[in-house]
Structure formats: C-alpha cells, structure tokens
C-alpha cells in the first residue's frame, strides 16, 4: 500500500528545541490513504544540518551535505526532531497533535518520541530516536520531523537515505514514508514507501528510506520546488487506510529511526 493522498498546510509558530524525550513540532500535515502525494509544512526552530560521519551507512567518496547519525543528544544531531504536532481535526489523526497541552485534545495513550543512547544493538555509542504509538484507527499517523535553522542545497544530491525499523509489535496494516521539503512554503515530496508487513516480517532489521533530491518532484503539480533550498527532512508513519482491509494495528509498536544522510 502506498499513500494515496497525503495534504499538507502551512501552518505559522516557533518552537524551541526540547531535550530528550516526547517532542512535537509545530508543522502543518494531514492524513493519508493509498499513492505518494502531499505538499506543504510550517515554520519553526529546528538543528542545523549534522556533521559527522554517520555509523551503519553505506560508505562513499563524497562528504554528505547532511547528516544526523542521533549518536549525540545535541541540538546539531538529534534534538532538533519532534513530533510533527499539527491539528488536522477533532478528533485529530495526527497522533503528534495529542502532545499540544492547550489544544483540548486528549488521548488514552499518546505517542512518545524519545533519543536513546544505543539503538538495540548493544552498542552505547551508537544512538537512535525512539517512536511509540498506538494506533486505534485507520488514516491515524505519526511524523517525525526536523525544521531546519539554515536551508541547504541538495540540488546535487542523488540520494537521500534514511534507516528505519520496527523494535516490537505488530504492524498489520499502513507503511512508513521518508519525505523533505523546500523553500519557506514547505512544498513537499514523497521518497520510498515501506508497507507495515514488510517491517513486521523483518522484526529488527533496518530498512533503507531513500530519496532522490536531483530528480525528485513536488506533490503538489505546480507547486514552489526549490532543491537548493531544503528546509525540512520527515517520515510519516500511518497505520494505513480502510481500503487496505482488516483491522488497524492493534497494541503499541515502537519504531527506531536512524543514520539520515544525502
């Protein structure tokens, strides 16, 4: 299954980088079904572009234009992501917005995004960002995200990569989505699509997300795309939609995300 629509607005606010454990984000995003497509985002305090070199990547002549390995709790690596906490609704479907203390939302078990210092594999150097969630209906997602403080140029860049895997339960149904946006109207754009079975299957083991900001192209047809001009990095997590069949996810699964670099 793929997204078949995915809405993104603009929504305007600062927020200021947290320490480690739940995050949000004050960007703009919507819910999804079955194709890529989408667009759109919101201002905010976010990290720079990360520096060092990233651990379990593929190797490369190279020196990547940005890197966040979340080896480090530092506002350069791994502090700048949250939650994208965007309202898209009462009850919302963008689990992140539960995080809002004043926006009168409440959820029985709202997710949590939190840095670790290892990332299951036994190494305490080795760090990663936790995602749990609950999911308890269709279209419901959460979207990790980071606002960057300064735009960089990808426009040379033929691939963006990012590693994702499933740490516990049971991912029936939706799929994972690495996406980036540019210029300050956040106009977004899609990469790989990883359904919840393939990550479920493969219980622990990472999965690349891959983009490509050469030749990638916005959701939105005509839309501001500015590859030189990147602004925001993300990856949604859905629990898919009722044209997928069956039942939502049931019972907490915790994500890890790491090594983004392009």
């Known amino acids: 299954m793929n997204f078949s629509s995915i809405r993104w607005w603009f929504v305007g606010g600062v927020v200021a980088a947290g320490l480690a454990g739940v995050g949000s984000s004050n960007v703009g995003c919507g819910s999804s079904s079955s194709s890529p497509d989408g667009g759109g985002g919101s201002s905010g305090s976010g990290g720079g572009a990360g520096t060092s070199s990233a651990h379990g990547g593929s190797g490369g002549a190279a020196t990547p234009k940005v890197t966040y390995n979340f080896d480090t709790a ?10 994208n906490d965007y309202v ?32 299951s594999e036994m190494s305490t150097s080795s760090g990663s960002m936790k995602i749990s969630v609950t999911f308890t209906e269709f279209n419901q997602f959460v979207d990790p995200v980071i606002n960057l403080s300064s735009l960089i140029d990808l426009s040379s860049s033929s691939s963006l990569t990012m590693k994702i895997r499933l740490v ?35 219980l622990g083991q990472w999965k690349i997300l891959n983009i490509s900001p050469n030749i990638a192209q916005p959701s939105t047809a005509g839309a501001a795309w500015d590859p030189t001009m990147v602004i925001q990095f993300g990856v949604q997590i859905t ?24």
């Open 168 to 202: 516990s339960g049971n991912f029936s149904t939706g799929g994972v989505q690495f996406h980036f946006s540019t210029t300050s109207s956040y106009t977004y754009s899609a990469g790989t699509w990883i359904d919840g079975m393939t990550l479920t299957t493969g």
């Open 88 to 119: 898209d609704g009462n009850p919302a479907k963008n689990l992140g917005s539960y995080m809002i203390a004043d926006a009168g939302l409440t959820l029985a078990d709202p997710p949590t995004m939190a840095w670790a210092s290892d990332d």
């Open 74 to 83: 530092t506002s350069a690596d791994s502090m700048g992501w949250k939650l």
């Open 239 to 262: 629990a898919g939609a009722p044209t997928d069949g069956g039942a939502p996810p049931s019972g907490r699964l915790v994500f890890e995300i790491d090594t983004l670099k392009g």
